[in-house]
């Protein structure tokens, strides 16, 4: 399917969902509470078909008060791409896991959470990834400030 | 007088329920953080009951630097500096990638010229990387002269890149808008030296380690990965067709000069350590071809496109691209803001970070030895796991 199409096919599967605009693939913005769902219907439709899950990461707007997870799907039996995106208030970063759709996911969520603090509902090992569980904060979040930081060069 | 007769129960308690001395109990074991097998430092932590291994969770994080984070401090021709302290046997597609998706988000076109030397760059690293490889798991099996013999083929395409890039490993070589600096003049007859002299090489892999019995036999039907559970497990590269998931970005979606070679996309059936293994020694055969195809017909042209130090802004918006790395998919996210030459965001999806969890599914089972073998065949770098 062209990009077109994708973005169509998947706001009609899902009628919250909408065009994310300013992406260079076709991409689709939802709710967080609609992502379980939306997730499970992209992999198991057979005209979308999205088996791979290649990428998952979150930004921080922090200006906006929100962060926007970014979900990169990659369907194995139709070869299309679809990035699927999703915000949360900055003050409770609360999303449902999608480990339970792309296994992969349970592996890529703690990295998120580790380094931005997205909480995962339902994740069955939340756990610090690359950092001790010790640590205090979230350092990929544009307010984050730590003893060892540098400042930037003036 | 009565001789109290200890047992060997006395020694070693059995669990609580065990029935006989001979019953077993689950026990912890740290495999890292440094370990041979590890190639760099990567902490496994082992479940196992005697030498079965029950259950493995990895714990990264030895080597994290925090490149995302940096990047959002630095612009984009000084984040190729960083991207190949990532996968550093993959430094020219790590560079490739970040200046592939820079160019097309802010619609810098390269000449034929730069776009074939960039190709030839990356399939000789691509053999250069699968060459240490396989000499590498040849001695974490056991087998040590495959090591010296894979050292040896490697510091010769080392020295090809020395004369060109001026280093060995780190090499910051493509950059946004084109390359650092020109071939030399004899840069062509001394790749097809390297050429000639590595395809009668390849046959003595075969025969030294490929027929062996003994790793034959630590290899085919070992860690069986089939492919809807590759797929479901993120892998890719050579990890997801050897499960024979035919996932190649050069054939599926050809950068580069790509389409202009022949070559094969290689694919194994099993899924087994052997199957990875196999790929990859076919793999370097594909590479060499597409070389062969190329490096005759380097177009003339400049090696850059832009000025050397040109600024680069790119539009405000979310970017992904990704290349076929020697281990797999890498993929970066670029966020721009469109107010400076610098990334709001950036992150790297990275082929050993997504790789490494497939051994939490295929080690349980399998003696200690086989994870081994499993590790091996995954082939990770451990710098582009932690980032």
Redesign the interface.
Known sequence: MDGEALNQAVIALEPAAAK?E????P?VQVPPEKLAALALALRDEPALAF?????H?A??WIAEERFEL?Y?LYS?VH?H?L?VTTSVPRGAPVVPTVSAV???A???ER?VFD?MGIQYDDHPDLRR????DEWQGH??RKDYKDDHMLG?PK | MTVRVRTLDDICKPPVGAESSLDTQEYLVNMGPQHPIAHGSLRLILRLDGETVKEVTPA??YV?R?I??MCE?LNYRQIIHLTDRMDYLSALMNNWLVSKTVE??AGIAVNPRIETIRTLMAELQRLQSHVLWWGVLGMDLGAFTPFLYGFREREIIGALFEETIGARLTMNYIQPGGLMYDIHADFARKVKEVLAYLKPILVEYDTLLSGNVILQERLRNIGILDP?KA????C?GPVLRGSG?P?DLRK?EPYGVYDQAEFDVVVGTRGDCWDRYYVRIEEMRQSIRIIEQLVDNIPEGPYMVTKFAAKIKLP?????G?IETARG?L?V?I?SDGKSDIP??M?F?SPN??N??AVT?LAPGWRIADLIAIQSSLDLVIPDI?R
């Open positions: 994310r300013k992406a260079d693939r991409a088996d791979l899950l290649l990428d990461t930004i921080d970014v990169v194995t070869g791409y990035m792309w296994p992969i349970h592996w890529q990295e380094l990834l690359f950092l001790e350092p990929l930037l | 990264p994080g994290h925090g995302e984070k401090s097309k988000a809807k797929v479901a497990l993120g890719t998931v996932y599926l405000e918006g979310i970017y992904y990704h998919v993929g996210t966020v709001y965001r992150h999806r970070f997504n490494l969890w599914a932690d």
